[in-house]
């Protein structure tokens, strides 16, 4: 009984010193999972703010390298639909800054020696 105790005692002690010290985002986070805002409408808009753009390239990043190593594009269908599909989605007003991030997948994917997307 006396050893459970301590080893609750010690579990709850070494959640509240992670999440206090900030390992990672902490146990209890309270940041919202993107940074968005609500237009006019009431449609979701996603902010062009710096952690969104880092989470962006490094997700574009990854995948244009995916593409270029042969792999498979998330779902079942071919990496010019995956990238047109993204840049459609991008483009239909729910992205702050569209144009920044449409244009991000098309250099990266030149930069890397890829094909030309075919709307």
């Known amino acids: 009984m006396k050893a459970m105790r301590w080893s609750t005692l010690l579990l709850l002690t070494l959640l509240v010193g992670c999440n206090m010290s ?39 990043d990854m995948r244009v390298a995916s593409e270029m190593r042969g792999g498979k594009p998330p779902g079942v269908r071919t990496w010019n639909e995956h ?27 030149r930069r890397a020696g890829l094909p030309e997307l075919e709307q």
């Open 83 to 109: 990238w047109v599909d993204q840049i459609k989605t991008l483009d239909d007003g729910g992205q702050e800054n569209a144009l920044k991030y449409i244009s991000y997948i098309i250099e990266s994917r």
């Open 22 to 60: 900030g390992c990672g985002r902490g146990i209890f986070n309270k940041e919202p999972f993107v940074d968005a805002k609500k237009d006019a409408q009431g449609r979701s808009i996603l902010l062009d703010t710096p952690r969104m753009w880092a989470e962006f390239t490094e997700t574009v």
